[in-house]
Each structure stands twice: as structure tokens, then as C-alpha cells.
């Protein structure tokens, strides 16, 4: 078992259920029927609780609206912006996503007042990415992870400095944790709808950033499982992750200023021809007449390539039968006619 | 084949007799006989080749294209059809797409270079024949006049309306046309294919190029740049999808699979050509055989005897010699 479940400031946190929430909601089918006949389940698997990553917050620090027990009926959502109980090493401050969230607000998917409803409704927050995911051991292949932890256990002998190494070193390799498919899973989920952005006023270009991004050289190989090409995450944000911005925003990665940067992780001599190049290029080739007419000519070439050739290939084939040559083995070949001299046996 | 019989006429020629007309049936050679043009029914064959057709370096040559070939479509293919079940499937036989982008790049920089080593044998055979003064261009790919009358003579005969196939030099209209198309095709595969591997380093330079040569309408919106890796993204992909095609649907089965070629020639890796196919459908070049290796001409002198067309005798008719045929044997 991989899992790790006790990191190094574990010792500072309290006992993450503090109010004894589980006492209840231990229970396998606690839960209710809305007014629409849904059922709802609010069952916490106890262990299944202690793997995940919020493991160590207590649910009050989340759900800071129950202030007593037995609660009230809940009305409000949980805001991920709230400051635990928890202190970071380093630091004595009370841990909080706050500075995620100002930049998440500030990103093509924040909300804003001018919003329509509807826009409010589309844009992403931040449960509909992020599920409170177990934690997973994630192997460090190309670091030389037993050496280099040595290294620290010459200070920390302690069992608890292999988590916080890991903890580290893979967010040092990699920009995500979460594999290149999982990311364009997750943004196909909401963008691949283009009639959906379509209504909420994106481009016509900007609708149909998935298709035209499962079209690209990048699209095709994560698709096949590559672990180096470009996600959506690679281009449209930096290592903060979340400020993904509209491209005329001169924060963001695909804007012109900076988008030489952006390619530049994985593609060393960008320069200025370069960064042109359609990463979306459309599918059909609709926007260049010249392209498209090539498109379709090479099209027209293989089709009439195939029939024509083939085509005097049967009608060859024909043509010969009238010698009487078959397409029958004899002796190894099928050159036979019926008038043909008889062949010495090979061995 | 009616008409064939009153053509029997046998011309004396002084030696070597290639300038004979299309409806010349005997051929005569010197100090061999006269060859009829369907001789090529009568004579013994081995499948594994009897005549030398290609060196040593071109069949090293074509196994290397080959394998390559067939790697490249088998790690190329699913990246252009990624959507379709089997891509997946397929790449993951090569151990997963970033291992397979690799076989990729390593066959086409084999192919790249197999082709090299083809110009330098080409070109170095060439000088050196041109040195010995033996260089003929008509039994070399350049494309000739005769190539487009041999088409339409071999349409003719398929229809029933010429008695016989052209006499053609060692390559014929359809070999000539593929080894320019197989020209053609690694030119677009191999400058597309760098464009895609090294999208930047190509876009500093050869987009540049365009915009020199292109008025700017020709490229719409997009920047030269776009312009370019569009074009080479879609050239790169169909140009190997036609290419897998004809080889597929035309190479194979023309070279592999019509009658008297099946089950497999064997020229592609012995280097030797079967006499039959060889008098069918290179004649000309099979003078050339005659002239040039000695047992070849023994056997057909021998031949000639044996089948009595000693240039004295007259069939009445290829019939009657069929025929005559049966009866002997």
C-alpha cells in the first residue's frame, strides 16, 4: 500500500473530526428525498475519508455553517477559500486555497457581476474540478529519489520526511499531477460543447477548441496516451494552474507577448515565425481556399490513383487470361499455359 | 490471335535486330535464331528468378524501404486516425505513442538515408558505365516517347485488337511511373515530415522563403508560417495515405498477386527476373540478356532447335505450332 497518510505537520493538525460529524454520518444510508423524489446520500466513508487529501481538516473548517449538533437543515455551500486549522511548515499562518481563488477569479472562469445568469451557471467552480481525490503514490522514475532522500534523512530521520519529499519533488518534474487525458477530459467536459459556448458568446474559433485541439499533432498523441504533448493546462496557464485567461488578456499564456514562453517548455528555438502556428487548426481546413482546394484535390488524387490503377490492373489481368495463364500454383508458380513445356521437378 | 498468322514473316537481319516494327514476330539474333515474340509460352522458368534484373545494392536497397516503409505506415497511420479503435491498439504494440514517435523519426532517417545511397548508386553506376562507354538511356527510368506508345499498345492487346504486348526495354511505362511517383512522394514525405519534427526550426527559415515567392492573398489570414505547417501537416498525412494505398492496392497485387506472378516473385530479393516475365514484358532488354551472357544464348538457340524454329523452317501458324507442341510432348 502506497498510500500516505501521515505527512509531516500532521503532528500540529487536531483530530480531523472534531465535533464527531461521524457519529452520524458514519451511517450507510444517512441521507434524504428531496422535494423532486431524488435521494440524496450523505454517508462520509470513514476510511475511505482518512486517504483522501483534505484527510487532516476537520469538516467544521469546511462546512463552517454547522455550528451546532444536532444542525439545522443546510442551506450554503462550502466556500474553498475558508482558512483551516491547519499551519503549513514555515510558517505560522492558518492554511488556506485564498490565493488560488483570487487568481481563479480572476481568470476567464471567474465569475463576474456582468455576468448573465446563465454565464455564472456555465463557468466552472471549484468542486466541479476537483473531487477530493485519494491520495495516490506517484512514482519519481527519473529523479534519484533514494539517493536525494539520504540526503534529507541525514536531518530528519523521521519516517514523516518521505512524504514531504514526495510531496515536493513531483510538483518540481511535472506542472500537473493529473494525467495530460484526465486535464482534456476535463476541459472537453464543459468546452467541447461548442453550441453551449456558442450561446455564451464565445468565437466561433473558441467553440470548437476541443475538436480542433483532438485535430492537432498535440491533441492526437495525448489521445494515444503520450505523456509529453501539450495538454490544455501545458498552454493556457501557467504553473499557477488556474489563470487561464481570454488570449487578448496580456496575462495570459496564449497572448502574443507571452506565448513564445509557453511553447518554449517544450519546443527549445520558438521564435517569432513560429509562434503563428494554428495549435487549433480547423479540421476542414475551411479558413485557407488554397488548402482546402489541396485538400480536396489530394483527396480526388488517391481515390483516382486507386481506381485507375487498380482498374488497369484487372483489366491487364484480363487481358493476359486470353494466352491461358491462370491464377493457379503449378510447380511452384502459376505460370501455366496449356501449351507449356513441362517443368523439371525442383526440390 | 487469328492475326498473327500471316505476320510469320522471317526478315534476315544482319545482326542484333531491334529496330524491327511492332508486327515483326521473329526477332533475329545472331548466332541464336529467330525469336518469335510468344516465346515466352514455351520457355522453361525458374520462379526464383533465371535473369539478372537488379543489384545486390538495389535489393538492399528495396528491403530497407520496405521494412521501413511498413514501420512508419504502422506508427504514422493511427497518429492520423487517432479517433478509430485500433490506433490505440496498434501504437500500443510499439510500447506506447512516446516510444512509437521515436520508431517514427529512426525509419524515416533509414529511409532518408536508403534513398541517398539509391542516387549515389544510380549516379555511380551511371559515370562508371558512362566511363566503359556501355551507357544506354533506354535501359534506364528516364521517361521516353516510346513509353506512351508501349501504354497504348499494351491497351490494344488487353482489348484483344494487337496479337502481342509491346517489346519494352527493361523498365516499362508502369514501372516508370511509379519510380517517379515514389520519387515525388519521398520529396513531399521527407520535407513535410522535417517541418513536423522540427516545426520551429523550419519556421524560421522556409516560411520566410514563401513570403518572398507568394503574394500575400495566397495565405488568407494566417501568417506565412500557418500557411506553411498547414500545408505540410496536410501534405505529410494524405501523400502517406496515397502512398500506403498504391502500394497496397497496386504495388503488391500487380508485382505479387496477377497470374503468373503469384505467389510472390522472388525479384525483390534475388535480384533475378523469371525468363518468361522477362520476354513478356522487358523483350527488349532480353536481347540485351542475349547478348551479354553467353549460356543465355546457348539455351535459346537450343531452344529455337528443340521447338524446330531454326530460322530455316516456316510455321504456317502459331496454332499449328501449339499444336505441334502437344504432340511432341
Same mark, same amino acid.
Given at each position: 500500500? &502506497? *498510500?500516505?497518510?501521515?505527512?509531516?505537520?500532521? #503532528?500540529?493538525?487536531?483530530? $480531523?473530526?472534531?465535533?464527531?460529524?461521524?457519529?452520524?454520518?458514519?451511517?450507510? @444510508?444517512?441521507?434524504?428525498?428531496?422535494? %423532486?423524489?431524488?435521494?440524496?446520500?450523505?454517508?462520509?466513508?470513514?476510511?475511505?475519508?482518512?486517504?483522501?487529501?483534505?484527510?487532516?481538516?476537520?469538516?467544521?473548517?469546511?462546512?463552517?455553517?454547522?455550528?451546532?449538533?444536532?444542525?439545522?437543515?443546510?442551506?450554503?455551500?462550502?466556500?474553498?477559500?475558508?482558512?483551516?486549522?491547519?499551519?503549513?511548515?514555515?510558517?505560522? =499562518?492558518?492554511?488556506?486555497?485564498?490565493?488560488?481563488?483570487?487568481?481563479?477569479?480572476?481568470? +476567464?472562469?471567474?465569475?463576474?457581476?456582468?455576468?448573465?445568469?446563465?454565464? /455564472?451557471?456555465?463557468?466552472?467552480?471549484?468542486?466541479?474540478?476537483?473531487?477530493?481525490?485519494?491520495?495516490?503514490?506517484?512514482?519519481?522514475?527519473?529523479?534519484? !529519489?533514494?539517493?536525494?532522500?539520504? /540526503?534529507?534523512? %541525514?536531518?530528519?530521520?523521521?519516517?514523516?520526511?518521505?512524504?514531504?519529499?514526495?510531496?515536493?519533488?513531483?510538483?518540481? /518534474?511535472?506542472?500537473?499531477?493529473?494525467?495530460?487525458?484526465?486535464?482534456?477530459?476535463?476541459?472537453?467536459?464543459?468546452?467541447?460543447?461548442?453550441?453551449?459556448?456558442?450561446?455564451?458568446? +464565445?468565437?466561433?474559433?473558441? $467553440? !470548437?477548441?476541443?475538436?480542433?485541439? %483532438?485535430?492537432?499533432?498535440?491533441?492526437?498523441?495525448?489521445?494515444?496516451?503520450?505523456?509529453? &504533448?501539450?495538454?490544455?493546462?501545458?498552454?493556457?496557464?501557467?504553473?499557477?494552474?488556474?489563470?487561464?485567461?481570454?488570449?487578448?488578456?496580456?496575462?495570459?499564456?496564449?497572448?502574443?507577448?507571452?506565448?513564445?514562453?509557453?511553447?518554449?517548455?517544450?519546443?527549445?528555438?520558438?521564435?517569432?515565425?513560429?509562434?503563428?502556428?494554428?495549435?487549433?487548426?480547423?479540421?476542414?481546413?475551411?479558413?485557407?481556399?488554397?488548402?482546402?482546394?489541396?485538400?480536396?484535390?489530394?483527396?480526388?488524387?488517391?481515390?483516382?490513383?486507386?481506381?485507375?490503377?487498380?482498374?488497369?490492373?484487372?483489366? !491487364?489481368?484480363?487481358?493476359?487470361?486470353? =494466352?491461358?495463364?491462370?491464377?493457379? #500454383?503449378?510447380?511452384?508458380?502459376?505460370?501455366?499455359?496449356?501449351?507449356?513445356?513441362?517443368?523439371?521437378?525442383?526440390? | 490471335?487469328?492475326?498473327?498468322?500471316?505476320?510469320?514473316?522471317?526478315?534476315?537481319?544482319?545482326?542484333?535486330?531491334?529496330?524491327?516494327?511492332?508486327?515483326?514476330?521473329?526477332?533475329?539474333?545472331?548466332?541464336?535464331?529467330?525469336?518469335?515474340?510468344?516465346?515466352?509460352?514455351?520457355?522453361?522458368?525458374?520462379?526464383?528468378?533465371?535473369?539478372?534484373?537488379?543489384?545486390?545494392?538495389?535489393?538492399?536497397?528495396?528491403?530497407?524501404?520496405?521494412?521501413?516503409?511498413?514501420?512508419?505506415? +504502422?506508427?504514422?497511420?493511427?497518429?492520423?486516425?487517432?479517433? *478509430?479503435?485500433?490506433?490505440?491498439?496498434?501504437?500500443?504494440?510499439?510500447?506506447?505513442?512516446?516510444?512509437?514517435?521515436?520508431?517514427?523519426?529512426?525509419? $524515416?532517417?533509414?529511409?532518408?538515408?536508403?534513398?541517398?545511397?539509391?542516387?549515389?548508386?544510380?549516379?555511380?553506376?551511371?559515370?562508371?558505365?558512362?566511363?566503359?562507354?556501355?551507357?544506354?538511356?533506354?535501359?534506364?527510368?528516364?521517361?521516353?516517347?516510346?513509353?506512351?506508345?508501349?501504354?497504348?499498345?499494351?491497351?490494344?492487346?488487353?482489348?484483344?485488337?494487337?496479337?502481342?504486348?509491346?517489346?519494352?526495354?527493361?523498365?516499362?511505362?508502369?514501372?516508370?511511373?511509379? @519510380?517517379?511517383?515514389?520519387?515525388?512522394?519521398?520529396?513531399?514525405?521527407?520535407?513535410?515530415?522535417?517541418?513536423?519534427?522540427?516545426?520551429?526550426?523550419?519556421?524560421?527559415?522556409?516560411?520566410?522563403?514563401?513570403?518572398?515567392? *507568394?503574394?500575400?492573398?495566397?495565405?488568407?489570414?494566417?501568417?506565412?508560417?500557418?500557411?506553411?505547417?498547414?500545408?505540410?501537416?496536410?501534405?505529410?498525412?494524405?501523400?502517406?495515405?496515397?502512398?500506403?494505398?498504391?502500394?497496397?492496392?497496386?504495388?503488391?497485387?500487380?508485382?505479387?498477386?496477377?497470374?503468373?506472378?503469384?505467389?510472390?516473385?522472388?525479384?525483390?530479393?534475388?535480384?533475378?527476373?523469371?525468363?518468361?516475365?522477362?520476354?513478356?514484358?522487358?523483350?527488349?532488354?532480353?536481347?540485351?540478356?542475349?547478348?551479354?551472357?553467353?549460356? !543465355?544464348?546457348?539455351?535459346? /538457340?537450343?531452344? #529455337?532447335?528443340?521447338?524446330?524454329?531454326?530460322?530455316?523452317?516456316?510455321? +504456317?501458324?502459331?496454332?499449328? #505450332?501449339?499444336?505441334?507442341?502437344?504432340?511432341?510432348?
Amino acid at each position: 500500500m &502506497a *498510500l500516505l497518510m501521515v505527512p509531516l505537520w500532521a #503532528l500540529t493538525a487536531q483530530a $480531523a473530526d472534531k465535533m464527531n460529524c461521524l457519529m452520524c454520518h458514519k451511517h450507510r @444510508y444517512i441521507g434524504r428525498i428531496d422535494a %423532486n423524489g431524488k435521494l440524496h446520500n450523505y454517508n462520509v466513508d470513514e476510511t475511505m475519508y482518512r486517504h483522501t487529501v483534505h484527510r487532516n481538516i476537520d469538516c467544521h473548517d469546511c462546512h463552517t455553517y454547522i455550528t451546532k449538533i444536532p444542525h439545522d437543515p443546510v442551506t450554503q455551500t462550502v466556500n474553498c477559500a475558508n482558512s483551516c486549522h491547519i499551519k503549513p511548515p514555515f510558517s505560522q =499562518e492558518t492554511f488556506s486555497h485564498q490565493h488560488i481563488m483570487t487568481i481563479f477569479n480572476g481568470s +476567464a472562469h471567474g465569475r463576474t457581476p456582468e455576468d448573465s445568469d446563465r454565464m /455564472r451557471a456555465a463557468k466552472p467552480d471549484c468542486i466541479f474540478c476537483h473531487q477530493n481525490p485519494l491520495y495516490s503514490k506517484i512514482s519519481e522514475e527519473n529523479l534519484p !529519489e533514494a539517493e536525494a532522500l539520504r /540526503r534529507c534523512q %541525514n536531518c530528519h530521520p523521521q519516517g514523516g520526511v518521505i512524504q514531504a519529499f514526495q510531496h515536493i519533488a513531483h510538483r518540481l /518534474r511535472k506542472k500537473t499531477t493529473r494525467a495530460p487525458q484526465q486535464i482534456v477530459a476535463l476541459c472537453a467536459k464543459c468546452h467541447q460543447d461548442s453550441e453551449r459556448m456558442l450561446q455564451l458568446g +464565445a468565437s466561433p474559433r473558441a $467553440a !470548437e477548441a476541443v475538436e480542433s485541439y %483532438n485535430h492537432s499533432i498535440h491533441g492526437k498523441l495525448v489521445r494515444l496516451g503520450s505523456k509529453k &504533448a501539450a495538454d490544455c493546462i501545458s498552454c493556457h496557464a501557467s504553473s499557477a494552474l488556474h489563470d487561464i485567461y481570454k488570449k487578448d488578456n496580456p496575462k495570459a499564456s496564449i497572448n502574443k507577448a507571452n506565448i513564445a514562453q509557453t511553447c518554449r517548455q517544450c519546443h527549445a528555438k520558438t521564435g517569432d515565425w513560429f509562434i503563428d502556428i494554428a495549435v487549433h487548426p480547423s479540421p476542414i481546413h475551411k479558413d485557407n481556399p488554397i488548402i482546402y482546394l489541396m485538400s480536396l484535390f489530394l483527396q480526388l488524387a488517391t481515390y483516382g490513383t486507386v481506381i485507375s490503377m487498380v482498374g488497369l490492373m484487372l483489366f !491487364e489481368t484480363f487481358g493476359r487470361r486470353r =494466352e491461358g495463364i491462370r491464377l493457379i #500454383l503449378f510447380n511452384g508458380s502459376s505460370w501455366h499455359r496449356p501449351n507449356k513445356h513441362a517443368r523439371p521437378k525442383r526440390g | 490471335m487469328e492475326q498473327s498468322l500471316d505476320t510469320g514473316t522471317p526478315k534476315p537481319a544482319p545482326t542484333l535486330d531491334r529496330s524491327m516494327g511492332e508486327d515483326g514476330y521473329y526477332t533475329f539474333v545472331d548466332g541464336v535464331g529467330h525469336i518469335p515474340r510468344d516465346i515466352y509460352k514455351h520457355v522453361q522458368s525458374d520462379p526464383r528468378g533465371d535473369l539478372p534484373r537488379y543489384s545486390i545494392h538495389i535489393v538492399i536497397q528495396h528491403l530497407l524501404i520496405f521494412i521501413t516503409f511498413i514501420l512508419l505506415a +504502422a506508427t504514422g497511420l493511427p497518429i492520423f486516425f487517432s479517433d *478509430l479503435f485500433w490506433a490505440k491498439h496498434l501504437i500500443d504494440l510499439f510500447g506506447g505513442i512516446d516510444i512509437a514517435r521515436w520508431v517514427h523519426r529512426i525509419c $524515416a532517417f533509414i529511409m532518408m538515408f536508403t534513398s541517398i545511397y539509391h542516387v549515389v548508386t544510380v549516379v555511380g553506376g551511371t559515370i562508371v558505365k558512362l566511363l566503359r562507354h556501355e551507357f544506354d538511356y533506354k535501359r534506364t527510368q528516364i521517361p521516353r516517347l516510346k513509353d506512351l506508345q508501349d501504354f497504348f499498345h499494351d491497351i490494344k492487346y488487353f482489348l484483344g485488337i494487337e496479337p502481342f504486348r509491346p517489346k519494352m526495354e527493361k523498365f516499362m511505362y508502369k514501372q516508370k511511373l511509379h @519510380y517517379m511517383a515514389v520519387f515525388y512522394g519521398s520529396f513531399v514525405l521527407m520535407t513535410a515530415g522535417s517541418a513536423l519534427l522540427f516545426p520551429d526550426i523550419v519556421a524560421k527559415s522556409i516560411p520566410g522563403l514563401i513570403g518572398k515567392v *507568394l503574394p500575400h492573398w495566397v495565405v488568407g489570414n494566417d501568417s506565412y508560417s500557418a500557411f506553411f505547417q498547414d500545408l505540410v501537416r496536410l501534405m505529410h498525412a494524405d501523400e502517406a495515405v496515397l502512398a500506403l494505398i498504391v502500394l497496397a492496392f497496386w504495388h503488391w497485387m500487380n508485382v505479387h498477386f496477377v497470374p503468373g506472378r503469384f505467389p510472390l516473385q522472388w525479384a525483390f530479393l534475388t535480384g533475378r527476373i523469371t525468363r518468361e516475365h522477362q520476354i513478356e514484358e522487358h523483350f527488349l532488354e532480353y536481347l540485351n540478356n542475349l547478348r551479354e551472357i553467353p549460356e !543465355e544464348r546457348e539455351y535459346m /538457340r537450343d531452344l #529455337l532447335k528443340e521447338l524446330s524454329l531454326a530460322p530455316r523452317e516456316q510455321p +504456317a501458324s502459331d496454332t499449328i #505450332l501449339a499444336s505441334e507442341l502437344s504432340r511432341i510432348h
